[in-house]
């Protein structure tokens, strides 16, 4: 699934023809994608201008002069790709699951793809943004300030279960996903079993530290292409190559001067890849 510096990535690829531009039709090609289409909803986009093209999350958003915004989330297989004025669709294109279409006011086009059919879209009053059931409960960005060491502290210290899951769930950090964790933990030094409660204020500081310089990194990258990722243009991603970690294991740790094994785990039904010998589990000292 699509996670943060993905998002991102179509985000930035998305707003030089959405942004300003008017839409002119909306063409469903199905009544549903995960969940059904809101009411009207090609007719209550038909006609709005973009203000701006955002991201929340995993979300993309479109706000719109009408006063509503549209929310997008790719899901597993869903991929936006951006015709500009003039360009055609790709003769070689698969069209089989191109189920909406975007046309604009400029004859660009927005053409939303998904094969799995995971992905879905709502539309709702700008002003309630907040009031989304897909909105209200997200955590601090994984970029900038709004993640704080201070405030992470706090959030990990009554959590018993294991750190991996703790970043996984977006309550707390809003866009990690199960990839960029790994990278995480691996940076900075902690075993992806360590309960939360027991890591220190320094590597939660140092956490804090890689996750900012993962999630640039990997959006100056272009995101990560393992299956189905595409950006706006129909490219793929290359932060898959920097992977120190994920999927990994029984390969040698990149680390200088390390060369341990990387393993595998299966927590909670997803894969954790990660250095034995580079995190080692550090239990909390419990004095007699």
């Keep these: 699934m699509p996670e943060l510096p993905e998002v991102e990535t179509v985000r930035n690829g998305l707003a030089p023809v959405m942004d300003g531009n008017r839409i002119k039709t909306v063409q469903l090609n199905r009544p549903d994608l995960r969940f059904p289409f809101p009411e009207n909803f090609a007719d209550r986009l038909s006609g709005a201008k973009v203000h701006k093209t955002a991201r929340r999350a995993k979300y993309l958003l479109f706000h719109l002069d009408t006063g509503e915004t549209l929310l997008c989330h790719l899901g597993m297989s869903g991929s936006f790709l951006a015709l500009k004025t003039g360009e055609a669709v790709p003769p070689d294109r698969n069209t089989k699951h191109d189920h909406v279409l975007f046309k604009m006011s400029d004859d660009a086009m927005l053409i939303y793809n998904d094969p799995r059919r995971f992905g879905f879209m709502d539309l709702f009053a700008t002003d309630d943004m907040d009031k989304s059931k897909f909105l209200k409960n997200l955590g ?6 709004e993640i704080s060491a201070t405030k992470l502290l706090q959030q990990l210290s009554t959590r018993k279960g294991p750190i991996k899951s703790a970043l996984l769930d977006q309550r707390i950090i809003a866009g990690l996903g199960n990839i960029y964790v790994c990278e995480i933990l691996f940076r900075t030094g902690v075993h992806p079993a360590m309960p939360a409660c027991d890591l220190t204020p320094k590597q939660i500081e140092d956490m804090v530290d890689h996750t900012r310089n993962i999630i640039r990194e990997a959006i100056i990258s272009g995101g990560s292409s393992l299956k189905d990722f595409t950006n706006a243009d129909g490219d793929l ?15 040698p740790c990149r680390k200088p001067g390390c060369g341990h094994i990387i393993e595998r785990i299966v927590q909670s039904g997803r894969s954790s890849f990660y250095c034995p010998d580079c995190q080692k589990q550090r239990l909390k000292k419990v004095s007699a």
């Design 237 to 251: 991603g290359y932060f898959q190559h920097s992977f120190d970690v994920y999927g990994r294991n029984d390969q």
């Design 140 to 145: 601090a960005e994984p970029t900038g300030n």
